[in-house]
T-cell receptor, first 113, second 115 residues
Framework: AQSVTQLGSHVSVSEGALVLLRCNYS??????LFWYVQYPNQGLQLLLK??????LVKGINGFEAEFKKSETSFHLTKPSAHMSDAAEYFC???????????FGDGTTLTVKP | ETGVTQSPTHLIKTRGQQVTLRCSSQ?????VSWYQQALGQGPQFIFQ???????GRGNFPPRFSGLQFPNYSSELNVNALELDDSALYLC??????????????FGEGSWLTVV
């Protein structure tokens, strides 16, 4: 079975500062990894995903994540935070279809002006 | 706008009652997954349907059941509602259940409150 741990349930950054949201996973087979964003009262939107190939993955809205197998990590970063980035972020892992993902408990990102 | 629509958006039920939640998948998608998201937690996988057959189930009791129709729309049924069933129920659709890297598209969810 796979699992996901998101370190830090709340992260607060200033506008323009680096965003770093941490995700560690556990999987007995090579995983597929995803980051989703959820705005209030909305469903989840895919930011980016790692399946195979290049370990540095670029997503929408300037976000990127790097798959580090040795560290079992898939941290999400963005060089410069915008106010519109304030939302809940979820890391997910799957070893089968993406529709059978295991999600972390989420990190709430607050962006201060 | 993901093309996945869910209904109803909000509903309140009494403990012991039954509820049916509906999902219309994005056009061309033959796979649908249902998730339960309790307040302050991440989504938890309930089950997946592929071409009208259940194709995997998470750790949920049998009173959670589903259907997928020939047009690939789907229903989630919950019997004998308990207070802990209060949550946001999310539907997600994709094409091709064997393609692990396929993107899945979420609806905006149905908020269920059990009193």
């Amino acid at each position: 079975a796979q699992s996901v741990t998101q370190l830090g349930s709340h992260v607060s950054v200033s506008e323009g500062a680096l965003v770093l949201l941490r995700c560690n996973y556990s999987s007995s087979v090579p995983p597929y990894l995803f980051w989703y964003v959820q705005y209030p009262n909305q469903g989840l939107q895919l930011l980016l995903k790692y399946t195979t190939g290049a370990t540095l993955v670029k997503g929408i809205n300037g976000f990127e994540a790097e798959f580090k197998k040795s560290e079992t990590s898939f941290h999400l970063t963005k060089p410069s935070a915008h106010m519109s980035d304030a939302a809940e972020y979820f890391c997910a892992v799957s070893v089968q279809s993406a529709g059978k993902s295991t999600f972390g408990d989420g990190t709430t990102l607050t962006v201060k002006p | 706008e993901t093309g996945v629509t869910q209904s109803p958006t909000h509903l309140i039920k009494t403990r012991g009652q039954q509820v049916t939640l509906r999902c219309s998948s994005q056009s061309g998608h033959n796979t649908v997954s249902w998730y339960q998201q309790a307040l302050g937690q991440g989504p938890q996988f309930i089950f997946q349907y592929y071409r009208e057959e259940e194709n995997g189930r998470g750790n949920f009791p049998p009173r959670f059941s589903g259907l997928q129709f020939p047009n690939y729309s789907s229903e989630l049924n919950v019997n004998a509602l308990e207070l802990d069933d209060s949550a946001l129920y999310l539907c997600a659709s994709s094409s091709g259940q064997q393609l692990t890297g396929n993107t899945i598209y979420f609806g905006e969810g149905s908020w269920l409150t059990v009193v």
